[in-house]
């Protein structure tokens, strides 16, 4: 693809609405050609990864990204780029590199993160200069493997989330398909083939110099918490930009498996009734990531029978099903996904039963902590800072559960929270009487100081999640976008 471009200096003025439409167009175009000819392999995207717009683009999504703080193996962040180096200086000579061949990745930085369960998760740290070329890549590849990726896959695509896939898994249970496959897949992101993952970028991608990039990317190596540096021969480092787009790459292994099989998704319904009557299974799956289960209308001994048929097709990208955590329940049992519980059980005045969604008892042992953590100590900062922080956990975790039957769960987190909020007041005033402590901070009976309020989880309203199926568009289709090439 040709393009005709201005210098980098000049887009690095442009408003970023302007570059976003600049690249838009790109995509569209990438999107369209993918979608017309489900066969074709793109042999020329390399220059448009250099192109300068791709890059300021890439360089503004690097700055804005909360990691933006943090500094890869090399000590430079995005603030020391700005600040010191000079981005265009920076882009200028990353251009320079990129369409000479020169540029290597380097290893990055391995961080462990600390886990609920009590184990850690490697998360890796990409220099910026990495993270950049990285963000320049997703900005091409995305659109074109965005047309392959079936509907059943959430994780890390633009617009669909994780309520959707849990609207999903909601009314599949509604709709007879009761006995459910949680799948769990050890180490994923540590664990993928690179001689499998690349092949399957291969069937879309044709130019030698943008897989020489991806593959380098994979092959960097890691910089580990001890300064040893090690060869990654598996698996793409949790936490770079372009890994999530990679995984779902190799994860598809997994929905084409499902979508081809009969009694999948790809069934007419008079196929799907006509097994029904048969007594044999349909299923249909539900992916978010690696987190995955696959709803099945049929039996339990139908579950166990695709649970090794799954685990022999994850074999081929090098990924394996853990024996433990992969589970075969009943809806009536309950099943657990994405932080949320999804069980069906007798609605109460009522002799029917309805699938219900609630909160995890896991997630709301979560937020207590957090609430807990921030209200341990540090009693010498003012109540105003406290409930800033606060508010700001609560309202991140209510926004995400707000869909389900969150009401009593939301009303005890607001009364936990004032409990907290209430003993650290005593603490931090230890001489002060009840009466004395609600005059300064609670006159009208809510936990005020300044501008600052105490925010009551239980005043938000539940909303139920629209399903939307499968008719979740593109932002590279949808009609009021779509123009002429």
Same mark, same amino acid.
């Given at each position: 693809?040709?393009?005709?471009?201005?210098?980098?200096?000049?887009?690095?003025? /442009?408003?970023p609405g302007?570059?976003?439409?600049?690249?838009?167009?790109?995509?569209?175009?990438?999107?369209?050609?993918?979608?017309?000819?489900?066969?074709?392999?793109f042999d020329?995207?390399?220059?448009?990864?250099?192109?300068?717009?791709?890059?300021?683009l890439?360089?503004?999504?690097?700055?804005?990204?909360?990691?933006?703080?943090s500094?890869?193996?090399?000590?430079?962040s995005?603030?020391?780029?700005?600040?010191?180096?000079?981005?265009?200086?920076f882009?200028?000579?990353?251009?320079?590199?990129?369409?000479?061949?020169?540029?290597?990745?380097?290893?990055v930085?391995?961080?462990m993160?600390?886990?609920?369960?009590?184990?850690?998760?490697?998360?890796?740290?990409?220099?910026?200069?990495?993270?950049?070329?990285q963000?320049?890549?997703?900005?091409?590849?995305?659109?074109?493997?965005?047309?392959d990726?079936?509907?059943?896959s959430?994780?890390?695509?633009?617009?669909?989330?994780?309520?959707d896939a849990?609207?999903?898994?909601?009314?599949?249970?509604?709709?007879?398909?009761? /006995?459910?496959?949680?799948g769990?897949?050890?180490?994923c992101f540590?664990?993928?083939?690179?001689?499998?993952?690349m092949?399957?970028v291969?069937?879309?991608i044709?130019?030698?110099?943008?897989l020489?990039?991806?593959?380098?990317?994979?092959?960097?190596?890691?910089?580990?918490e001890?300064?040893?540096e090690?060869?990654?021969s598996?698996g793409?480092?949790?936490?770079?930009?372009?890994?999530?787009?990679?995984?779902?790459?190799?994860l598809?292994?997994?929905?084409?498996?499902?979508?081809?099989?009969?009694?999948?998704?790809?069934?007419?319904?008079?196929?799907?009734?006509?097994?029904?009557?048969?007594?044999?299974?349909?299923?249909?799956?539900?992916?978010?990531?690696?987190?995955?289960?696959?709803?099945?209308?049929?039996?339990?001994?139908?579950?166990?029978?695709?649970r090794?048929?799954?685990?022999?097709?994850?074999s081929?990208v090098?990924?394996?099903?853990?024996?433990?955590k992969t589970?075969?329940?009943?809806?009536?049992?309950?099943?657990?996904?994405?932080?949320?519980?999804i069980?069906?059980?007798q609605?109460?005045?009522a002799?029917?039963?309805?699938?219900?969604?609630?909160?995890?008892?896991?997630?709301?042992?979560?937020?207590?902590?957090?609430?807990?953590?921030?209200?341990?100590?540090?009693?010498?900062?003012?109540?105003?800072?406290?409930?800033?922080?606060?508010?700001?956990?609560?309202?991140? /975790?209510?926004?995400?559960?707000?869909h389900?039957?969150?009401?009593?769960?939301?009303?005890?987190?607001?009364a936990?929270?004032?409990?907290r909020? /209430?003993?650290?007041?005593?603490?931090?005033?230890r001489?002060?009487?009840?009466?004395e402590?609600?005059?300064?901070?609670?006159?009208?009976?809510?936990?005020t100081?300044?501008?600052?309020?105490?925010?009551?989880?239980?005043?938000?309203?539940?909303?139920?999640?629209?399903?939307?199926?499968?008719?979740?568009p593109?932002?590279?289709?949808?009609?009021?976008?779509?123009?002429?090439?």
């Amino acid at each position: 693809m040709n393009t005709s471009v201005p210098a980098l200096e000049v887009m690095l003025g /442009w408003e970023p609405g302007v570059l976003w439409w600049r690249v838009l167009r790109i995509q569209r175009k990438l999107h369209r050609w993918a979608g017309d000819d489900p066969g074709r392999r793109f042999d020329d995207v390399f220059n448009l990864v250099c192109d300068p717009a791709v890059l300021a683009l890439a360089w503004q999504r690097v700055r804005t990204n909360r990691g933006a703080r943090s500094a890869g193996v090399d000590g430079e962040s995005a603030y020391y780029v700005e600040t010191v180096r000079g981005v265009q200086p920076f882009l200028s000579e990353l251009r320079r590199d990129l369409k000479a061949g020169m540029f290597r990745p380097s290893p990055v930085r391995e961080v462990m993160i600390p886990k609920p369960n009590g184990k850690r998760r490697r998360l890796g740290i990409a220099t910026v200069r990495d993270r950049v070329v990285q963000a320049a890549l997703l900005t091409v590849l995305e659109p074109i493997f965005e047309v392959d990726f079936l509907p059943c896959s959430y994780g890390f695509r633009p617009g669909r989330r994780a309520h959707d896939a849990i609207a999903e898994v909601h009314f599949l249970a509604s709709h007879s398909y009761e /006995w459910v496959l949680e799948g769990d897949i050890e180490a994923c992101f540590d664990s993928i083939s690179h001689t499998a993952l690349m092949g399957r970028v291969r069937r879309r991608i044709g130019d030698k110099r943008v897989l020489a990039l991806v593959k380098a990317f994979l092959k960097a190596g890691i910089l580990g918490e001890d300064q040893v540096e090690r060869d990654s021969s598996t698996g793409c480092p949790q936490g770079g930009i372009l890994s999530p787009l990679l995984s779902n790459v190799a994860l598809s292994v997994l929905d084409e498996f499902i979508a081809r099989a009969a009694g999948g998704p790809a069934s007419k319904p008079w196929e799907r009734s006509k097994r029904r009557h048969q007594g044999l299974p349909n299923y249909r799956l539900v992916r978010y990531a690696d987190d995955w289960c696959l709803m099945i209308s049929g039996t339990n001994s139908d579950a166990q029978a695709l649970r090794e048929q799954i685990a022999e097709v994850l074999s081929t990208v090098g990924l394996r099903l853990s024996p433990e955590k992969t589970l075969i329940t009943h809806i009536d049992e309950g099943l657990d996904f994405l932080g949320f519980h999804i069980q069906r059980h007798q609605k109460k005045g009522a002799t029917k039963r309805y699938v219900y969604t609630y909160p995890h008892r896991a997630a709301l042992a979560a937020v207590k902590a957090k609430v807990r953590a921030l209200t341990q100590g540090n009693t010498h900062r003012p109540l105003a800072i406290l409930l800033h922080r606060l508010n700001q956990v609560l309202r991140g /975790w209510t926004t995400y559960f707000r869909h389900a039957a969150s009401a009593k769960t939301f009303a005890y987190l607001g009364a936990f929270t004032w409990r907290r909020v /209430w003993l650290w007041s005593r603490h931090k005033h230890r001489k002060s009487s009840w009466k004395e402590l609600r005059r300064l901070y609670a006159p009208s009976g809510v936990l005020t100081q300044g501008k600052a309020s105490l925010f009551n989880p239980a005043t938000v309203s539940i909303i139920r999640y629209r399903y939307r199926g499968s008719d979740i568009p593109s932002p590279w289709t949808r009609p009021d976008q779509q123009t002429a090439a």
